[in-house]
């Protein structure tokens, strides 16, 4: 049952081929048995998920399911969940508890679903390695030498190694859509604004969204369909009628305009992964959609761009955690400045501090005009670009990321090097845009993603889009052979 995705694992709960109880008691076994090799999870709730799984087992008998009700799901640990613990992959929350829940969370409690744990990730979400986690690397279950991609490296890996049947992630520069890519899952990050950011610890605010990481596209509607929604708690929530994403999976393709901008089939994407995304192209046309180029004429901006709004709203976020209310202390402070400086200075890892350095600086006097003010201005350039291409398509598509993944270690001594590989994600987020990576077969051993952009609010053409090519080829039923 492991092997079935979350509609089908859906359909056999209500069929009563199973009970939830049964089901999660599946996956714990396998998470004790298993994730000692992916380092996927930081927290199992071993006692809380049976819990849960016996309360959807009596809310399903008397009559009061939805979809999800009784289905195990993991969540990012930087999702506030009451009670549990809550670490955002970093040692300056290693002992912190949430005492509230997330807007996701609890909307995923309200439906009924269970929660197997909390997943790994890059410290704060900075990273695109998932090396940078206080608990550890995670490995990618397609080969334990490679990365599994970040920040939710941890959502990613669970999910491709069957040990979840489906995982929440965030994205701030790429952090669903390019693990999604190299653990071969399917992965949604929705236009800003149209999930909850309530109770997920911040890195960018201006660019942080959750979405759903699941096997397939269909899997990816039904937990959107959960998670959307306004939430007065939240500000830069919209408050926008939300539509049943599961409603259109079907739709014909027929007269779909692809633009694929030429920016992205240059200089630097690996041959290979030029080929498979190509060839998913190709299968779009077989479904009867056109294919057109356009351009993305502001596309190498986007890494400077990022790398110092992201920084800057890093810096501001992260001040709060400084030893005083909650979160580590460092031992036998001489004074109120010495306990800030030695409780950061150890709480923080290395790639952190270097961001927080970063944003400090471009936020300091004399030099916001500079980097802050004009990089906002670049910020409005990329969106336009995007603007404009939408005018002669209705989706963009085109790689995730320049590579398969890559080793772990491989590009830890240079920074510079590990932020170009999100070189065709980080517009996305710059822009508010919906993205999404679906499986589109392998290069050089690995799993390859094909990157999907549309317009705000177009989540649920992309799914159709999705859906149609997963019905049209088996890439995402592919799994790794050790799992």
Sequence with gaps: MYDKSLSEQSRALADGELSSVELTQLYLDRIKQLDSRYNSYITVTEELALAQAKAA??????????????????HKDLFCTEGVKTTCGSKILDNFVAPYESTVTGKFKEAGSVMLGKTNM???????????????????????????????????????????????GTDTGGSIRQPASH??????????GRVSRYGMIAYASSLDQAG???????DAALMLNVMAGFDHRDSTCLDREVPDYTANLNDSLEGLTIGLPKEY?????????????????????????????VSLPNLELSIPAYYVIAP?????????????????????PEDLMDMYKRSRSEGFGEEVKRRILVGTYALSTGYYDAYYKKAQKIRRLIRDDFINAFEQCDIIMGPNAPTSAFNIG?????????????????????????????????????????????RHFDESRLLNAAHRFQQATDFHQQFPVNS
């Design 122 to 168: 890059d410290e704060f979400a900075m990273g695109s390695s998932n090396e940078n986690s206080y608990y550890g690397a995670v490995k990618n279950p397609w080969d334990s030498t490679a990365i599994p991609g970040g920040s939710s490296g941890g959502s990613a890996a669970c999910v491709a190694a069957r040990l979840a049947a489906g995982a929440t």
């Design 410 to 454: 491989e590009k830890n001594d240079d920074p510079v090097a590990m932020y170009l590989s999100d070189i065709y994600t980080l517009s996305v987020n710059l822009a508010g845009l919906p993205g999404m990576s679906v499986p589109a077969g392998m290069a050089n051993g690995r799993p390859v993603g094909l990157q999907m952009i549309g």
């Design 212 to 218: 759903p990481m699941t096997r397939t596209a269909e």
């Design 265 to 293: 089939f240059s200089t630097g994407l690996d041959s290979e992964v030029e080929q498979r995304v190509r060839d998913a192209v190709a299968e779009y046309e077989k479904l009867g959609a056109k294919v057109k180029e």
């Design 57 to 74: 087992d009596q809310r399903r008998a008397t009559g009061d399911a939805s979809a999800l009700t009784g289905i195990p799901l993991a």
């Design 183 to 192: 653990c071969g899952i399917t992965g949604l990050k929705p236009t800003y």
């Design 312 to 332: 800057a709203e890093a810096s501001s976020n992260l001040s709060r955690f400084d030893g005083a209310r909650f979160g580590h202390r460092c031992e036998n």
